[in-house]
């Protein structure tokens, strides 16, 4: 459902059904669908189990709904794939925990990180 609710520009729809499934507040879900990177979103979809396939397509019809372009798309892809498939999904989850107890969602995102970088490190 969350796929087709964007496919179709149904974006308050999508935000609805996204913060019914994450339990997250929908104003963070708003600057996860926004903001230019995708990590925060890559993070929530990882969390609440989603393939990475289902993510990608969420990315794209996010990007795509705030006037971005295909190529836009294509170029981040390779960078997004990666993060998604090399963030743990309990780390995920705990930053979801995070988010739902209402801190900062870009320090969470940075501690996720600082993790993911001393585990390749390890």
């Known amino acids: 459902m969350l796929t087709t609710a964007l496919r179709e520009g149904e974006v308050p729809l999508f935000i609805a059904l996204f913060a019914k499934v994450s339990k997250l507040r929908e104003y963070l ?26 993510f990608i397509q969420l990315y794209e019809y996010c990007h795509l709904a705030k006037a971005g372009t295909k190529e836009e798309v294509d170029a981040q892809m390779p960078v997004l794939r990666s993060f998604y498939s090399n ?36």
Do not use: N
Request: overall charge neutral; aromatic content about 4%; hydrophobic content about 35%.
């Open 87 to 122: 963030t743990p999904r309990k780390a995920a989850v705990d930053v979801l925990r995070t988010w739902h107890r209402g801190s900062d969602y870009l320090s969470a995102l940075r501690e996720l990180e600082t993790r993911l970088k001393d585990h390749d490190g390890a």
């Open 29 to 54: 879900i708003q600057r996860l669908v926004f903001e230019p990177g995708g990590e925060g979103l890559a993070i929530a979809c990882r969390a609440i189990g989603m393939s990475e396939k289902e």
